[in-house]
């Protein structure tokens, strides 16, 4: 049995979100293509509760590239949406919204070489502006 790991690090209001930083390793075929490319991945993602104002401009969906998700300052866009449900009086509730951005993309190489949260200072910046949108105090693009 093989176990995959992953490094976390989040940051919670504990009442109307958490974002979180996230970073794992995939093994990165032997290609001159590939040779930038040392396999760290980076994500970001909000985990928003029913409690957070955005919460409601979600559509019933999880299509990721609705107007809700696209407001919310992720690198290259949002690349991830998924709705966390439970059972509540026999239905089933959202308990969240998780929506997110990787840094995988066309361009994004330098982001591979990161294997550390110092290396990834980009990736943590770009958490802090999200962490900053989600409480309302969104971060001038130009700082």
């Known amino acids: 049995m093989e176990w995959n790991h992953k490094d976390t690090w989040k940051f919670s209001d504990n009442k109307t ?36 104002p955005h919460f409601e401009k979600f559509d019933d969906t999880d299509k990721m590239w609705q107007p809700a998700s696209s407001a919310l300052p992720f690198h ?40 550390t949260r110092k290396d990834a200072y980009e990736v943590f910046a770009d958490a802090k502006r999200l962490v900053d949108w989600l409480q309302g105090n969104p971060t001038d693009e130009t700082d």
């Open 17 to 52: 979100f958490t974002v979180e930083v996230s970073r794992h390793q995939v093994a990165v075929p032997e290609s001159g293509c590939y040779d930038s490319d040392l396999g760290h991945r980076w994500c970001v993602y909000a985990y928003i509760y029913p409690t957070h």
């Open 76 to 115: 290259g866009g949002p690349s991830y949406l998924h709705r966390h449900m439970k059972l509540k009086d026999g239905k089933s509730v959202p308990v969240s919204i998780q929506v997110g951005s990787d840094y995988n993309h066309d361009g994004d190489w330098q982001h591979t070489r990161n294997a």
